[in-house]
């Protein structure tokens, strides 16, 4: 017996969703099929009635991450408080992402394996670095479009390395320092 479209689309569903979590914690290389279909209670087999190739997945779930990612700073923009560049800086370069990459910016957690990837990954990372450089340059009031950007591409670098350190290195005070320095100096040169 077959299972219903419905059905079929609850589980592309998960197992796009655990996909995006799991790249993020584990990086593209260290998931591997079998055991992301296991964890979504389906059959290696039955992942090929999904995808056509394991590179769809990826970038299906690279694109989830994003679009989710996007659609929370969306959600808070628009019934909470103004983001702002200071609020921006202090929630990326918190304890919290760092801990947490499953669920964090897709650009810290796999920016070094996307460069080695292939050009659909890039392309998305491409779009998605676009898209981030605009919004920080959106956030700095006051400059013209060229030192905006700018500050924009030196904000989006800061940060995406000081989470990066701070996740590699093994002493928790050295890491809690590198967010709260970078934190500190951006904030400072806004």
């Not at 593209?28 to 279909?37: K, P, R, T």
Request: glycine content about 10%.
């Amino acid at each position: 017996m077959g299972h219903s479209q419905t059905q079929k689309t609850k589980n592309h569903e998960r197992i796009v969703r655990t996909a995006a979590k799991r790249f993020r914690e584990k990086g593209l290389a260290g998931v591997g099929i079998a055991d992301l279909m296991q964890e979504v209670g389906l059959t290696v087999g039955g992942f090929y009635k999904h995808f056509d190739s394991r590179d769809d997945l990826v970038v299906e779930a690279l694109r989830y991450a994003l679009n989710n990612r996007r659609g929370q700073a969306d959600a808070a923009a628009s019934g909470g408080p103004r983001l702002t560049y200071a609020k921006l800086v202090d929630d990326y370069l918190s304890e919290e992402h760092r801990d947490h990459p499953g669920s964090g910016c897709v650009i810290s957690a796999l920016v070094a394996e996307i460069a080695r990837g292939g050009k659909r990954t890039r392309a998305l990372l491409t779009e998605e670095i676009r898209r981030a450089l605009q919004s920080i340059a959106d956030l700095t009031p006051g400059k013209d479009e060229g030192p905006a950007r700018s500050a924009a591409i030196l904000t989006l670098s800061a940060m995406v390395g000081a989470i990066g350190l701070s996740r590699a290195v093994s002493d928790e005070a050295l890491s809690r320092e590198i967010l709260k320095t970078v934190g500190e100096l951006l904030k400072a040169s806004e």
